[in-house]
């Protein structure tokens, strides 16, 4: 009797440690320059965040997903935002006499801060949301926790996290 329970556990440990995703996911490494950030995953060097979306995406955490729309997101408000700021100041190019020099420069200067601001923020979900992908791809990680009992007494716990 132990016996066969002994193979039926050796036979269900041996498919559940061989049946890995379909998916096979990569890391990916992030290369800043001083005028652009590449991005290279499985070989192929991509200069666009949007590039990433997919894999992102395909690693189905809710974390990543989120953090990467609220990059989208933010990406497109400082678009948004550098397009008024480009009608405006074609707007005063054509009609120099609406020009009202105080209200002008304070405008453009808001908009400049609020468009840092947004690529800013876009940069920092970006790079939370591929820290967090790399975390989930790769593949074991140690922990190592130190707490003391109700009496004073220290305690270790060592967890290790594989994926298969």
């Not at 190019?93 to 601001?117: E, I, N």
């Given at each position: ?15 559940d ?41 395909q ?14 997101n ?15 100041s ?50 074991t ?19 290790i996290?594989?994926?298969?």
């Amino acid at each position: 009797m132990k016996f066969n329970i002994l193979i039926l556990f050796i036979i269900g440990f041996h498919f559940d440690s061989f049946a890995q995703s379909d998916k096979d996911f990569h890391s990916i490494e992030v290369k800043r320059g001083v005028f652009s950030t590449k991005y290279i995953y499985n070989g192929q060097t991509f200069e666009s965040p949007y590039g990433l979306q997919i894999p992102l995406i395909q690693v189905n955490d809710s974390e990543v997903t989120r953090d990467f729309n609220k990059f989208k997101n933010s990406m497109k408000t400082a678009k948004v935002i550098g397009l008024i700021t480009s009608g405006l100041s074609l707007y005063v190019l054509f009609r120099p006499d609406k020009r009202d020099s105080d209200s002008y420069w304070a405008a453009l200067g808001t908009a400049g801060l609020v468009s840092a601001f947004f690529n800013i923020r876009s940069n920092i979900l970006l790079d939370r949301s591929v820290k967090r992908y790399n975390k989930i791809v790769s593949g074991t990680e140690l922990g190592l926790k130190y707490d003391r009992t109700y009496y004073g007494i220290g305690i270790l716990g060592v967890g290790i996290s594989h994926r298969f």
